[in-house]
């Protein structure tokens, strides 16, 4: 039997990882993590300089050659296989101008390990901001929207159900308060992802003189991970991101849902604006809200894309591992980016949409929805219990066998009352119509929480304040990285000016 020849192994890159893996990778690169690689290059540098690590002089070759790079080049740049990423591909290009030996000592006390947990914590604080920033404009509307129908009856729905008379202010403010609670938790999710992880190399730091403060100044953060196998390691300042995103997508697409159902005819709640509608190619009356669908969908996305990252952090190692790198990042942040989509564009309907409060109001009025109060009425009035009372409106709520009139609920009442109230304790005709009004339903309403002005009132006022607060956090954090952007470049001139000897 002839010899034959062994196929020969190919070389890194295989073709197939390199067109499965690599080119995607390089190209996400790219888009996302450019601008804070950077910066971390600068910051590093700086730092190594500022240590003693790395001589002045050559950290300033080093310097000027990431002031050179053409970044426009860098973009536009495709992967060839001569480099492993897009790390190794500015490795290149820096030690292109300051030479192999001295470009080398950049990577000093680092690994690409810490510099991607860097980079991914400076991109997910970017998301969460700009996540707030899309919650804010959508609680700015609604709070304009709940002070002018603080007053505008309409009916409350349990069970899909009319249940109660409220105000369309009152149901506002209860998704108000969610967006408040989804702020807190971007806040707090902000607080644990904005920490410094350079400094932890591959897993257990450095014997280098490293000053991981430094880096965090320079950087934007506003403290340490501490631990540096937790800094490598840990994934849960993802997930907790994840889960506070999917949290406001879920709460969302709820609204979403509600005014999807008010804008149908049947309802008649809610009109959208012309710039808003789509028409049918076929029946010209037709003015589908097709918003409100998306918005609902890019919800729905980006909740099912936030749960799919922590499914895929499920029983992963606790080390490095590309399960929480490379492929998934970007995953993130889509879901992020969906989300945010999906928030700008529900405020944006918002900022032109119509109620129909006459509408809401009549319904109000309807169902039998006041009867609640006219049980409470019988027990503030003649001292019988709440039981007893609730089954005598019961009974009349029956025999209407749901058509209901107020004035025959009340003939009912006057008919059945005796029979289980004394003579001295009875009550008028007059206050039991009244006790059916729906207006008189929300106006005595007043505990904390409630739909009566004296409730309402100063609650969305107080939302108003919050809203100012939430507002002055951003811009202080915001504030804070533009600072430190601004550090980094003064301390990077300072130092050259001092190679340079001016």
Partial sequence: ????????????????????????????????????????????????????????????????????????????????????????????????????????????ARSRNDIDLTMYRMVLREWLTQTLVATLHLRRRLVELAWEHRASLMPAYTHN?????????????????????????????YARVNRNPLGACAITTTGFPIDRHYTERLLGFAGLQVNSYGAIAAVDYLAESCFVLAGTMLSLGRFAQDLLLWSTVEFGYLRLSDAYVQISSIMPQKRNPVPLEHVRILASRALMQA??????????????????????????????????????????????VKFHTERMAVAADENFLPVTELADTLVRSTGISFHAAHAVVSAAVKELEGNYDAEAIAEIIVRELPSIVEGTRMISRETIRTSLSAQNFVAVRQVAGGPASEALDPEILRAREQLLIDERWLFDEENHRRNARTMMREESDALLRRVDGR
């Fill in 1 to 108: 039997m002839p010899n034959l020849p062994i196929k020969g192994k190919s070389v890194f890159p295989a073709p197939i990882y390199r067109d499965t893996v690599l080119v995607q990778v390089f190209a996400d690169a790219k888009r996302y993590f450019l601008e804070p690689l950077l910066e971390i290059e600068y910051a590093h540098t700086l730092m190594l300089a500022r240590q003693g690590i790395m001589p002045e002089a050559e950290a300033a070759l080093c310097l000027r050659a990431l002031d050179q790079l053409d970044i426009d080049e860098v973009r536009s740049a495709q992967y060839d296989g001569t480099f492993e990423d897009l790390f190794f591909y500015l490795e290149k290009k820096i030690a292109a101008v300051c030479g192999e030996e001295v470009a080398g000592k950049m990577h000093t």
């Fill in 161 to 189: 159900q009319p249940a109660q008379p409220t105000t369309l202010g009152h149901y506002l403010m209860a998704y108000i308060e969610i967006l408040e609670r989804d702020a807190e938790r971007i806040q707090a999710a």
């Fill in 307 to 352: 749960q799919s990252v922590v499914g895929c952090l499920h029983n992963t190692p606790f080390a490095d591992m590309n399960d929480a790198e490379d492929e998934l990042q970007p995953l993130v942040y889509t879901a992020f980016e969906d989300g945010e989509r999906s928030l700008r564009l529900l405020a944006g309907v918002l900022d032109e």
